[in-house]
């Protein structure tokens, strides 16, 4: 199975600021990088797939970018809504399994 | 539009069956294949299993023989039932529908099990 390491685990920043989360495949995915918003009490957001594609309805301040094995997501002007838990899945081969999870927190 | 909804237990003893169910609205399990996704406390997400549109099942090496999904297309349901729980089977348990290649657009909210001895 591929094994995707995503970092920083942790991240504090300010609304208006912008944050890059990183994520690393164990091998090549080619393109195939999706994005994940989690909040509580809400159901998990895609956000992203295929390494830059915007699913619709998310905003155009979220970007993807990366191929083969090393992903960034980018978040620019931060609102407050944007503060979760994020986390990346390889849909490139059987079966997708994700990174371990990043959380963005109000500085 | 879209929905999935997870329903299940609350609590399970050490050992015993869990049963969740995942009704679907908005699309045709015909059409989309839906996944099985698990979250323990505080960890990451851990793929499970799938209920592929024409009928057949997939599964996590890492659950062996214990899990078993089903689906009852006529009630738009897919079932997940895995057996002989641990402690450790504790978890977030969601359903998912794969938009294309193993990506997915659309979750439920999820359904928090908690394996008691």
């Known amino acids: 199975d591929v094994q995707m390491t995503q970092s920083p685990s942790n991240l504090a920043a300010s609304p208006g600021e912008s944050v890059s989360i990183n994520c690393k495949a164990s091998?090549?995915?080619?393109?195939?990088l999706a994005w994940y918003q989690q909040k509580p009490g809400k159901a998990n957001k895609l956000l992203i797939y295929?390494?830059?594609t915007l699913q619709s309805g998310t905003p155009s301040r979220f970007s993807g970018s990366g191929s083969g094995t090393d992903f960034t997501l980018t978040i620019r002007n931060l609102e407050p809504e944007d503060f979760g838990l994020y986390y990346c899945?390889?849909?490139?081969?059987?079966?997708?399994?994700f990174g371990a999870g990043t959380k963005l927190e109000l500085k | 539009q879209v929905q999935l909804k997870e329903t299940g237990p609350d609590l399970v003893q050490l050992t015993q069956t869990l049963s969740i169910t995942c009704t679907v609205s908005?699309?045709?399990?015909?059409?989309?294949?839906v996944h099985w996704v698990r979250q323990p406390p505080g960890k990451g997400l851990e793929w499970m299993g799938a209920?592929?549109?024409?009928?057949?099942?997939d599964y996590n090496s890492a659950f062996k023989s214990r899990l078993s999904i089903s689906r009852d297309t006529s009630k738009s349901q897919v079932f997940l039932r895995m057996n002989s729980l641990q402690t450790d089977d504790t978890a977030k348990y969601f359903c998912?529908?794969?938009?294309?290649?193993?990506?997915?657009?659309?979750w439920g909210q999820g359904v928090i099990v908690t394996v008691s001895s």
């Open positions: 091998k090549s995915i080619s393109k195939y």
């Open positions: 998912a529908r794969e938009s294309i290649l193993y990506h997915f657009d659309y």
């Open positions: 295929s390494g830059s």
């Open positions: 209920m592929w549109n024409g009928g057949g099942t």
């Open positions: 908005g699309c045709s399990l015909t059409t989309y294949n």
């Open positions: 899945q390889q849909h490139n081969e059987y079966p997708p399994t």
